[in-house]
């Protein structure tokens, strides 16, 4: 029989109630430690599964985005009454004396417009004036404003003495305002009569021939006489007669042709 020592036996029971005792604290002590993790820090789960490519078609555009055309409805102008008829002559600042051919509509801008077709003789062109605007027309003048329009051309001219460029402007005016008297007014101050000698710029006879020229053209349709007529006519108030003044003109020339022969051959 062998012999039991009492000393060994306790020092075994001891030293594994010892291991237990520390393998314990250990697993206390971890789950003490993930608990404070848990509150205190969110964990985040990341997947390690590729991610699915989704399928696009640059083809196809979603029907959320697709632009659908804007119908446009055409608007009207406003309604205005018709001042005006067709064959009836009007007067145009701007042009002068058209006539009305047609009545027509157009789009503009969207917009449904009536516009006066007005055809222009003396320029041979044709103006679109839409008819919520035809207080920019006026109708022809009446007899009496024709005779006194008559009585301002046989009247003394108005000169002033102020700058040409100023005056220039302010006949300009009177011309494109399209008013009877005032063309009547621009024809008598720059009138020359039958005084050829005296020089005028080419600016003066310019302005004078477009008034001349429109005061004739509505003349000529009121009193329904022939471009001659009338030419003679207005003549005859600005006591301008270019018949003798040719014949004058055509003198002098043979005369000073005669003097300066004479001279040579002397």
Known sequence: MKKINLKNI??????????????????????????VLKKNIKVVKVSTKPLKEK???????????????????IKKQDSAKKEYKVKDY?????????????????????IEVQCYDIKFEKDKAIGLLPINKQNNLRPLATINQVNKSISILKSKPKIKRSMWSRRAQEYEQKITSGKIYDLAEVVRDLNK?????????????QLFEKAYERVLNEF???????????Q?????????????????????????????IADIAE
């Open 10 to 35: 306790l020092k075994k029971t001891f030293k594994k109630k010892k291991v237990k005792k520390s393998i314990k604290t250990k697993a206390v002590k971890k789950k003490a430690v993930k608990k």
């Open 55 to 73: 399928k696009v078609d640059n083809l196809r555009i979603p029907k959320n985005n697709e632009i659908k055309p804007e119908i446009k409805k």
């Open 90 to 110: 009007v007067v145009y600042p701007k042009h002068g004396v058209g006539q009305i051919f047609a009545i027509s509509s157009k789009t503009i801008g969207g």
């Open 193 to 205: 009569g039958d005084d050829i000698m005296v020089d005028q710029s080419y600016s003066e006879r």
């Open 220 to 230: 000529q349709i009121i009193l329904n006489l022939s471009i001659e007529d009338t």
């Open 232 to 260: 003679k006519k207005l003549d005859k108030a600005l006591k301008r007669n270019l018949e003798t003044q040719n014949t004058v003109v055509e003198k002098k020339i043979n005369n000073t042709s005669e003097e300066e």
